[in-house]
């Protein structure tokens, strides 16, 4: 069992920037953000392979950059110009099944094994 542990969530202005770190308790093949608002389904945010194949969002729109580093089971997501719309609580994924280097991570929130408490973002405008 790989523990997922968020943090770096908090409170911002429209236009700032936040970085959300993840440290896993194992290693995950792929290693994915997602984020979920009261009332709504979770939704797939970024994720990057264990390659370093990345996938975003539509809505993401070249705001946000997700990495991670192998060797100590972290993932960070780094968002930059922020939105109101962005106020969500943020989780990260673990997906232990194998993927292959070359492969771009899945969006399926069924598909990930391990998941974290989450992180409060909230933007004002």
């Known amino acids: 069992q790989v523990q997922l542990q968020e943090s770096g969530g908090g409170l911002v202005r429209a236009g700032d920037s936040l970085k959300l770190s993840c440290v896993a308790s194992?290693?995950?093949?792929?290693m994915s953000w997602f984020r979920q608002v009261s009332g709504r389904e979770r939704e797939f945010v970024a994720g990057?392979?264990?390659?370093?194949?990345?996938r975003y969002a539509d809505f993401v729109e070249g705001r946000f950059a997700v990495s991670r580093d192998n060797a100590a089971n972290t993932a960070v997501l780094q968002m930059n110009s922020l939105e109101p719309e962005d106020t969500a609580i943020y989780y990260c994924?673990?997906?232990?099944?194998?993927?292959?280097?070359?492969?771009?991570?899945?969006?399926?929130?069924?598909?990930?094994?391990?998941w974290g408490q989450g992180t409060q973002v909230t933007v004002s405008s």
């Open positions: 994924a673990g997906d232990h099944k194998f993927l292959d280097a070359s492969a771009s991570p899945h969006t399926d929130p069924w598909g990930y094994d391990y």
């Open positions: 194992g290693f995950a093949y792929v």
């Open positions: 990057i392979g264990w390659g370093g194949v990345q």
